[in-house]
């Protein structure tokens, strides 16, 4: 657990270098600890040694895609809270299909202003005050 002065951890896991670079560059500048991945498969491995409180994530990633990785962010980090984005007519499929099996997840639509995103990755920390380790 993260003590109170700890910055809150964000991952973003894009398959395009300059929408992490940029998102990482703007969490960075407001406060968070940003790390980044191109591919699901390096997110897991960051994961794997890091606990983030909120992953940014791409639905259309080459190989696994977004919904199957914040499956696993929930199963293996509850604590950590994924928001997904995409600009894919494809990702409605994907969505249903997650539903089905109970996993429900809102998603963002692609252009996502920048500033928008940090607002609302702020205000899911409205009600949920770090806790002293």
Known sequence: MKGIGTPRGIL????????????SAIFEKHGYEARVANSAETAIEIIAHWEPDVAILDVMLPCMNGIDLALVL????????PVLFSGHYGTQALMEEAAKNGNLFEILTKPVHPLFLLDYVSSLFADTPKIVA
């Not at 973003?12 to 940029?22: C, L």
């Open 74 to 81: 929930r199963a293996n980090h509850p604590a950590c809270r």
């Open 12 to 23: 973003i896991v894009d398959d395009d270098p300059a929408i992490t670079e940029t998102l």
